[in-house]
């Protein structure tokens, strides 16, 4: 898979899994465009990614939630490279929260994980008609069952909503030359769910794998994998696909 000259967008790779697509599309020579909040660790992604093949990434410090920074990280990549020809919406946060507790913290998980992946694909959307690119999206198995563990209700409801956008608008786009996929991962192992506020180390999550039908849990860099063949040519006859990655956790 080789992706010189191509211009690749990625939400959330100041961390986990868009942190390492970010490194696994540098091995692979694209043109990044890296975008998280955490400045420290943007950097830090894209000094390793300019390790592999001399090419400096452009880092865009934006929270995605801002229309304002969105629009900013599509105007930067278009001055910078000149295109744009995949986007990797991979930025997201677990919002828990019971049914009792209101619709806020319904609105804070379809702002972040739906609103801000809307905004930032019609924005990508005429560059990436203009380079017959493509779009993968980072769902979640929540998106397909209950999260039975952290009562992740708003998270659910968000990444389902995100596998009927992706399906929606590859079927908008197809005719362009323009694909339109999603990653479903299952439990991986990043500061995901420390980062929706479960106090949690590696040791727990190990043990929680090993209900998992494969005993283990998924790596970023599997779920990068993934996301590369995806937005590869290989894919080219893939489109409006959702693609589970999870030791087999659906299956329990
Ligand atoms: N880990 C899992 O078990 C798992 C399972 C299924 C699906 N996923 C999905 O995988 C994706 C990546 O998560 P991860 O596991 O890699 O978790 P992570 O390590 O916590 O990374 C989350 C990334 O999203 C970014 N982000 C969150 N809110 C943002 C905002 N408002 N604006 C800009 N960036 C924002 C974070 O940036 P900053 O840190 O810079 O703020 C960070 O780079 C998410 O969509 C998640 O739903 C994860």
Redesign the pocket.
């Known amino acids: 898979m080789d992706f010189a000259n191509k211009v690749v967008i990625i939400?959330?790779?100041?961390?986990?899994?868009?942190?390492a697509a970010a490194l696994s599309f540098a091995k692979q020579s694209a043109k990044l465009v890296l975008?998280?909040?955490?400045e420290t660790?943007?950097n830090q992604t894209a000094s390793k990614c300019e390790q592999f093949k001399n090419i400096k990434p452009l880092t865009v410090k934006?929270?995605?939630?801002v229309d304002h920074?969105v629009k900013n990280i599509i105007d930067q990549a278009i001055e910078t490279f000149g295109c744009i020809d995949v986007l990797v919406n991979?930025?997201?946060?677990?919002i828990h929260g019971s049914i009792l507790e209101g619709v806020e913290l319904y609105d804070k998980a379809m702002n972040?994980?739906v609103r801000?992946t809307y905004l930032m694909t019609s924005l990508a959307a005429p560059y990436l008609i203009k380079s017959k690119g493509n779009i993968v999206n980072?769902?979640?198995?929540?998106a397909l069952k209950p999260i039975k563990d952290f009562n992740f209700l708003p998270?659910c409801v968000s990444?389902a909503a995100l596998d009927q956008f992706t399906k929606c608008v590859a079927l908008e786009l197809a005719s362009k030359g323009v694909r339109v996929n999603s990653v479903?991962?299952?439990?991986?192992?990043?500061?995901?769910?420390?980062?929706a506020g479960f106090p949690v180390n590696d040791e727990m999550m190990d043990r929680r794998a090993t209900e998992f039908p494969l005993g283990k849990?998924?790596e970023?860099d599997e779920?990068a994998d993934l996301i590369l063949y995806l937005a590869s040519d290989r894919a080219r006859s893939i489109t409006g696909s959702i693609y589970v990655i999870d030791n087999g956790e659906l299956l329990v």
């Open positions: 939400t959330g790779a100041s961390s986990g899994i868009g942190a975008v998280g909040r955490n660790n943007l934006a929270d995605i939630t920074d991979n930025a997201g946060v677990g972040i994980n801000a980072v769902s979640s198995i929540a998270y990444k479903n991962p299952g439990c991986t192992r990043t500061k995901f769910i420390e980062a849990m998924v970023s779920v």
